[in-house]
């Protein structure tokens, strides 16, 4: 945020994401989206696939978001986003820092009374690099963030009624 930037887009390094869906992302921040997050499964990736255990702690975390954010998203993990200079300020003071910190920016953001919005955009299986967690290690950080999740739900209602 201090940089002055408008608009600021996050792509993960290990070649997932097409830098040509930026446009998408900035449409979506253009056309008044506060928060917008490139969703790998909303309907345009082909090529992506994840494995059955995967897939159901993603379905968890995608209950978890709707049941506490009130919002349906279909990739509450994705790290292709764009924000605009409002959402930067935002959590340039309160952006998670553990593993796995894009599901909890997520509900942060929604909770706060941004506008989240969803597109829909390519994705391929990872290019390079290998995955910073494996089995035990990734069931701990799954149960973190319900943990963090859960526990700071209320505190979360609170703020979204305190801006209505």
């Not at 989206?33 to 490139?38: H, I, K, N, S």
């Not at 994840?50 to 790290?79: E, N």
């Not at 998670?96 to 390519?122: D, H, I, K, Q, T």
């Amino acid at each position: 945020a201090e940089s002055g930037a408008l608009v600021v887009v996050t792509l993960d390094a290990d070649g997932q994401h097409d830098p040509d869906e930026i446009a998408t992302l900035l449409a979506a921040l253009a056309d008044g989206a506060d928060m917008v997050v490139g969703s790998r499964f909303a309907g345009k990736s082909t090529s992506y696939t994840v494995s059955r255990v995967r897939a159901r702690a993603m379905g968890v975390l995608r209950f978890t978001i709707k049941t506490l954010s009130g919002q349906q998203f279909t990739d509450t993990s994705s790290g292709f986003r764009g924000f605009n200079r409002e959402v930067l300020e935002f959590f340039a003071r309160t952006y998670p820092a553990e593993y796995m910190e894009s599901v909890e920016a997520l509900l942060l953001a929604c909770a706060e009374g941004f506008r989240v919005a969803e597109v829909p955009v390519n994705m391929s299986d990872r290019e390079t690099g290998t995955p910073s967690n494996r089995r035990l290690r990734l069931v701990y950080h799954y149960l973190r963030l319900l943990v963090v999740l859960v526990a700071s739900a209320p505190r979360r209602a609170v703020v979204r009624e305190a801006r209505a």
